[in-house]
């Protein structure tokens, strides 16, 4: 690694709460989700951040369905979370299981950045899906952690003297009054 | 802050922060109106039957692309009832940039008091003081007849220092005042950590 490349992990260490994906990341990822959906003959997969963001999907979503999902999901599990903390009961790798007659869904933290929503057929046992989500979860927590050395932040033009001009006009350009 | 690399997108998350009935989900209803349809989300809204912010209000903006990204804004709002004070931090976490709705109301002094407090005992327990974090204050509601001044509204907030915008949401005055204004803050914040 330069040593330029080495003060752009750096940086990107430092930012507050954020997570960076970059593609070598997302393919491990889909490469989990589909081994999960082979296993399991699952209905959906979805991976997104704890802000609601999606990162993958099994299907298309058009857009504000998935921005919808990503965000019910993300409050789905942060409500759990909460609720376990004021009951003394959080720990990590938290699974919330909601039981249908066609359908279970499973919602599982995948470290503490991302979320894994996963819906199985009815049919399927509950306790052998539990395990292999559980395992997916853990390795996509650990892939997103994973160091990146393809990460070039300075090439995005995030240090143009005019970015914030930038933006603005930006925004003037979507604002119809 | 959050990179999709594969798609080049930057996500950067602004949270409507503010007591009960104070106009953050006016704001994002604003919004949601007069920004080009084909460069926003749908609306969501988790609501109670009393057409109360249940859990939180969600709208994604994308900017045309800037430089190497596509920049998304994902705005949220927070419940406004003292009820629901987990679910207000909840939302608030990771956000890049807070927009603080103040109710110019005599009668709501208060609660824009304890609001504000509360907001500043979450952000230190995610290890984010206030000064790392870009703020904006509304002062909304600015036509009520007996509405407070903005000299008396910083006063009684000790907000001295920060971006202040003067709004009445309902009819759209100092709404996207105030976005561009949390944009640009978040967006020099961006930068200045990157440049570390």
């Known amino acids: 690694m330069t040593e330029q490349q080495n003060e752009v992990t750096e940086s990107r260490k430092k930012l507050r709460n954020g997570i960076t994906v970059v593609s070598l990341q997302e393919d491990a990822i889909k490469k989990l989700a589909v081994e999960l959906q082979e296993k399991l003959q699952t209905v959906f997969i979805m991976v997104v951040d704890t802000a609601g963001q999606a990162i993958y999907a099994s299907e298309p979503l058009i857009e504000s369905k998935s921005n919808a999902l990503g965000s019910l999901l993300a409050g789905d599990l942060s409500a759990s979370q909460e609720l376990a903390r004021v009951t003394g009961q959080y720990d990590l790798s938290q699974l919330i299981i909601r039981e249908g007659i066609e359908s279970t869904l499973f919602i599982s933290e995948a470290g503490k950045d991302l979320l894994l929503l996963t819906i199985v057929p009815g049919q399927v046992p509950i306790g052998w899906a539990r395990i292999l989500i559980k395992e997916t979860a853990r390795q996509i927590g650990e892939i997103i952690h994973t160091p990146v050395s393809e990460l070039d932040l300075l090439s995005l033009g995030l240090d143009d003297e005019k970015l914030t001009d930038i933006y603005e006009e930006s925004l003037n350009n979507i604002w119809n009054g | 802050m959050h990179i999709n690399w594969q798609q080049k997108e930057l996500h950067l998350k602004v949270v409507y922060y503010g007591p009960a009935l104070s106009g953050k989900t006016t704001n994002l209803e604003q919004i949601y109106s007069r920004v080009d349809p084909s460069h926003r989300s749908e609306m969501v809204s988790l609501k109670t039957h009393e057409d109360r912010t249940l859990y939180f209000d969600y709208l994604q903006l994308e900017l045309g692309k800037i430089s190497g990204l596509t920049p998304k804004i994902l705005l949220y709002t927070v419940p406004g009832q003292a009820y629901y004070e987990a679910s207000r931090k909840l939302v608030l976490r990771g956000a890049d940039g807070v927009v603080f709705v103040a109710d ?93």
């Open chain 2, 104 to 196: 110019s109301h005599p009668d709501r002094v208060n609660a824009n008091i304890e609001a504000w407090q509360m907001m500043h005992t979450h952000l230190s327990s995610f290890e984010t003081p206030m000064t790392g974090i870009p703020i904006v204050v509304q002062f909304n509601k600015q036509d009520l007849p007996d509405a407070l001044s903005e000299t008396v509204l910083k006063a009684l907030l000790h907000v001295h220092g920060l971006p202040i915008y003067p709004a009445v949401a309902t009819r759209g005055e100092g709404v996207f005042d105030t976005l561009k204004a949390i944009t640009k803050s978040v967006v020099a914040q961006v930068q200045r950590v990157m440049a570390r």
